[in-house]
Each structure stands twice: as C-alpha cells, then as structure tokens.
C-alpha cells in the first residue's frame, strides 16, 4: 500500500542547540522533515536523541535556534526580529498537535483504557463525550485492543500498554507523532506487537519521529535517517543509503556493532 502524503506536518528545526551545564546535548542541529514522513533518529546513548525529540514539543526548552511545525514556532511567538517564550498554557494548546509516546506508557493507573483514551480530547473540547468514545473504539481496533476497553493499566502487559498509549496520543489527532525509544522498556517478545502498529501508522499519512535501537523497524520504515553522535547530525539520508553505505566514521563504527 503505497504511503499517504499530507499537506500538514512539516517539521523545521534550525540552528537548535541546548546545554545543561557544561554538557552540550544539542549542538547547532537543523533538520528538514517532510509531511507524512517516517524520520528515525539513531546515535549512541546520549547523543541527544531523545533531548531533540523534546525540543520538537518544547518538553525541553532551546537555548537557541528554534523549531516551526507548518510554520508556526513552537514554545515561541515572533514580535519584529525576536522571539518570546509563550505561556504554559498556550504551549500546551500547541501540544495537542504533537502525539509523544513515551518509553514508560505513562497511562493513568486510576483510569480504565477508555477513559486514559477520551480524557484529553474531551478536556481539550475536540470532542464530546459520545464522539470521544467512538474515537476510542476505533483506535482500540486500531492497536488491536478493543477487548482491553475496560481494562485497567495494571492488568495489561507491557506490549499492551505502550500500544494503548499510542492510541492515546493519536485520539487528539495529531499533525506529528513523536516515538522516544518506545519499545526499550519491553520484554523482547513485546517489542514486535508495538512496531507492527507504528508500521501501520506510517502508512497513515502522520509525520513520525521515531528514536529507536531497532535496525530493522529503520530499514522497513524509513524515509530518512539521521545518525546523531555528541549532540550533532553527523549523518542523515535514506534508510538504503545509510545503513547500507554509510560515508561517516562514527556511523560505520555504530552500524557495525549492532548490524
């Protein structure tokens, strides 16, 4: 099936650089990803992986440089040549355009499956109630947990909950999702059950960021990689491209340790 392009879902970064202390997690990173996309981000651990992706939902906020989804700074707004910080609560309304999903699920254990899926949208007034469990339902399919509407966290398996949790940040309908290491918490014979829905995803038409260790899920997915090292693009280009015939030393060093 071929993959959907959609019109929305642009992300820019440029000139992105952020420090905590003397450490340099991101070091005057720019980046182009297209609409309907599957960007996957490789590197060592503690190359600023999971630090960029934060910055792309201003988790974390930039020391400088900055980042526009359809244009739109995000965490910011220009007045004349400068940018001023927004205020939390209009971050919060640009986050609802940004799907994250954790390593850890981060469900709501007091809440059942269904009500860890309609709780933002109707919070955030996308939906009503009746509409919201609708939606609930057909991502349910979705992930292939319509059984585990009533459910409670507790009770379901790892594989289980990351899945749910997916559906969670796809029930407020996303122009992007972002992925930080999503099946690194789960036992190995979980991590395909999670990839298999993300494949389905990127198929969708959505913007995916996705960091991972699984080489494979990278091959099969990707339309671009991009191999950080120390905080920096050292690398970036197609999936053939890159873990075929990668130019860059550290890229040749890491792909031969874990290929």
């Keep these: 099936m071929p993959k959907l392009r959609n019109a929305i879902g642009h992300i820019s970064i440029t000139g992105v650089s ?37 910055t792309i939902n201003h988790l974390e906020r930039v020391d400088h440089g900055f980042i526009q989804i359809d ?68 991502l349910l399919e979705l992930v292939g947990l319509s059984d585990k509407v009533n459910s409670w966290p507790r009770h379901l398996s790892g594989g289980q909950q990351q899945r749910i949790a997916i559906a969670r940040a796809l029930a407020l309908k996303p122009k992007v999702m972002l992925f930080d290491e999503p099946t690194s918490a789960l036992d190995p014979e979980l991590v395909g059950e999670v990839l298999d829905v993300i494949k389905t995803l990127a198929k969708s038409g959505t913007t995916l960021v996705v960091v991972t260790h699984e080489i494979g899920f990278a091959r099969e997915v990707a339309d671009q ?26 890229t040749q060093q890491f792909l031969s340790k874990v290929l």
């Excluded at 070091?27 to 600023?48: F, R």
């Excluded at 254990?109 to 709780?119: F, G, K, R, S």
């Excluded at 919070?123 to 057909?138: F, P, T």
């Design 225 to 250: 990689i991009v191999f950080m090292v120390d905080g920096e693009i050292v690398e970036q280009g197609s999936a053939q491209q890159l873990l075929n015939h990668p130019s860059h030393p550290r």
């Design 18 to 54: 952020k420090q905590y202390g003397h450490h340099k997690a991101l070091n005057n990173v720019s980046l182009e990803i297209e609409p309907g996309t599957v960007t996957v981000i490789l590197g060592p651990s503690g190359s600023g992986k999971s630090t960029l992706l934060r």
């Design 71 to 138: 244009g739109e700074y995000i965490g910011y707004r220009l007045e004349g040549n400068k940018l001023y910080e927004l205020k939390e609560k209009e971050i919060l309304k640009q986050r609802i355009n940004v799907g994250y999903v954790f390593q850890n699920f981060n469900l709501f254990p007091h809440m059942t499956v269904l009500d860890n899926l309609i709780e933002a949208p109707i919070a955030h007034g996308k939906l009503d109630k009746q509409s919201a469990i609708a939606e609930a339902l057909r």
